[in-house]
C-alpha cells in the first residue's frame, strides 16, 4: 500500500566469498578521466608559476646587488631602533633588525637597514648604499662592498626547470597511453 519494496535478482547475489556492500542513494560518478587530466595539467601550472617567480627573483637579487655596486648612493643611517632576532633555538640572536633614518635629494626615509647582523644603538650612525631606484631600499656598505653577483642564484630555477621538462613529459606520455 504505497510501500516499495525492492526485489532482489538471484542472478546479483553474491557468490561465496564474495561480498557485496550496497549503499544509499544516487551512484557515484565516476570523474576519473577528466580529473586525473585536470589535476596533472594544474600540477604543470604550479610548477611552471614557481619556476617563473623563482627565475624573476633571482634575476631581481642579480641586479639590485649590480644596482648597488655600481651606481648606490652613499647614505649615513642614523639607527632610530635595533631588535635582536632569536635563532632557531629561541636561546641565542642570530642577527638584528634595525631601522635607521636617513635623507635623499632632501626626502627623509626611516625604512629597515639591510644586512644587520650586529646590534647598534639608538642614535649611531652607520655607513650604508642607498638603492638608486628604490630610495627605500638601504643596505649597510659593508654588505654591499662584500656582496657579488652569482649565477648560483639560478640553480634552484635550473632544477625547477629540469622537474618542469621531466613532469611534462611524463604527462604527454600518458596522455597518449590513455587515449590508445
Not at 632610530?80 to 636561546?91: A, E, I, R
Amino acid at each position: 500500500m504505497g510501500a516499495h519494496m525492492r526485489t532482489t535478482n538471484p542472478l546479483d547475489a553474491p557468490t561465496s566469498g564474495e561480498r557485496r556492500t550496497v549503499l544509499r542513494g544516487a551512484d557515484a560518478v565516476d570523474v576519473g578521466g577528466r580529473f586525473q587530466v585536470a589535476a596533472g595539467a594544474l600540477v604543470l601550472v604550479v610548477v611552471a608559476a614557481l619556476l617563473l617567480i623563482s627565475v624573476v627573483a633571482a634575476a631581481n637579487n642579480n641586479g639590485r646587488i649590480s644596482r648597488m655596486k655600481l651606481r648606490g648612493l652613499a647614505a649615513t643611517v642614523v639607527v632610530t631602533d635595533c631588535t635582536g632576532n632569536l635563532g632557531g633555538s629561541g636561546s641565542n640572536a642570530a642577527n638584528y633588525t634595525c631601522r635607521g633614518h636617513y635623507v635623499v635629494d632632501g626626502t627623509p626615509y626611516d625604512e629597515v637597514i639591510g644586512a644587520m647582523t650586529d646590534f647598534a644603538a639608538p642614535g649611531a650612525h652607520v655607513r650604508a648604499v642607498v638603492d638608486p631606484t628604490r630610495h627605500s631600499t638601504v643596505e649597510l656598505a659593508s654588505a654591499v662592498a662584500s656582496s657579488t653577483v652569482s649565477p648560483r642564484v639560478y640553480v634552484i630555477p635550473g632544477l625547477l626547470g629540469l622537474v618542469l621538462c621531466a613532469l611534462s613529459g611524463g604527462f604527454l606520455r600518458w596522455l597518449r597511453r590513455r587515449d590508445d
